[in-house]
């Protein structure tokens, strides 16, 4: 690896440490939890995919189940057409816990386009552009999340993911800056395309008079599935 690319991996963890460390000096209070989830994904032709991915996220100290939730989504890698591209979408349904504690619907559909391209053999960035609605009893909420990554094989069986992701939500006729997030993920290769994956979130909510800092443990289980053939 060159010393720019090295470089380049030092300033994006060392500025996402910097921005985590800062955010949480603003934030009013804080809470701790789990993100448990498990999915599988396939090929099902050249360059396009399905995957459905089950999570299950717990918060209040780890001490209540927030939400429960099944994501559908399909991909397309627009290669050869626009090398390093890839567009997305998906349909989120589920239940959440609301303010009042009561559980509520989830309702979502989102989608994203991705660009990633190498900066050596085993590492590798990427930047997602992703836009989601959820329907809920008062309308449609609608956010726009921008996604920055640093992606290292670190052998054959061990990957390590470095992200952050900024929020803009639309109220009224404009847009704001919600939220702000930042991901450590190591995922482990179980066995013939099966990962493990564990890693540590930090949230944090943004333009309000009493914003909060989310803390979370991640622990997911992926398949991914062999190309499928179809009937000869």
């Known amino acids: 690896m060159t010393i720019t690319k090295t470089a380049i991996i030092r300033t994006h963890v060392i500025a996402i440490f910097i921005l985590v460390t800062v955010d949480n000096l603003n934030a009013q209070w804080a809470d701790y939890g789990l993100w448990s989830g498990a999915g599988i994904s396939q090929d099902v032709f050249e360059n396009f995919s ?3 991915e089950t999570q299950a996220r717990w918060d209040y100290d780890f001490s209540r189940l927030g939400s429960a939730f099944t994501d559908v989504g ?29 559980w509520e ?7 994203s386009a991705r660009w990633k ?3 050596s053999e ?23 999340r921008l996604r920055g990554a640093l992606h290292c094989q670190v052998s054959k069986k061990l990957k390590a993911t470095v992200s952050t992701e900024v929020f803009t939500r639309q109220k009224d006729l ?33 333009n309000t008079a009493d914003p909060w800092t989310e803390h979370r443990l991640i622990c997911t289980y992926d398949i991914e599935l062999k190309r499928w053939k179809g009937k000869k």
Request: with cysteine; glycine share 6%; net charge positive.
């Open 74 to 102: 399909i991909s397309q890698d627009l290669s050869p057409f626009a090398p390093d591209f890839k567009v997305s979408a998906s349909l989120r349904l589920g239940m959440s816990r609301a303010d009042n504690f009561m």
């Open 50 to 52: 399905y995957e459905v």
């Open 117 to 119: 391209t190498d900066l």
């Open 174 to 206: 404009g847009w704001y800056y919600s939220d702000f997030r930042a991901r450590v993920v190591l995922s482990a290769k179980t066995s013939k395309r099966r990962w493990a994956s564990f890693g540590y979130q930090v949230e944090q909510q943004k």
């Open 122 to 144: 085993n590492v590798s960035v990427s930047c997602r552009l992703r836009y989601q609605s959820s329907f809920k009893d008062e309308g449609f909420a609608n956010a726009v």
């Open 105 to 111: 619907p989830i309702r979502r559909l989102s989608g």
